[in-house]
């Protein structure tokens, strides 16, 4: 597992990796769509709908511009935003 990251809001957290769009409805943009995974080490990823659409040489090339690196809560949050469900969500 990869070092935690310390979030502002949410403390020492599990660190995750998206694209800078999904990031982007905190500051106010509309959803851009929020397609998660875990890669092999079992790390979570979200790209935005574009940035999954890439061809993977476009996304190698793009990846030092557009990668961010996000706490799991604000991973989740911005996957709530984008109308993702996740199974503890149920519970609150
Ligand atoms: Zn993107
Ligand atoms: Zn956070």
Known sequence: MRPA????????????????HVV??????????FVWRRDDEGEYEALCSACTHM???EWEANMPRLAR???LECFAE????????????ANT
């Open 78 to 89: 911005a996957g709530r935003r984008n109308g993702i469900l996740w199974p503890n969500d």
């Open 5 to 20: 990251i310390t979030c502002e809001i949410h403390g020492k957290q599990r660190r995750a990796y998206v694209c800078e």
């Open 24 to 33: 982007s409805v905190f500051s106010g943009a509309q959803p851009s769509g």
């Open 55 to 57: 061809a993977p040489a």
């Open 69 to 71: 690196e996000v706490c």
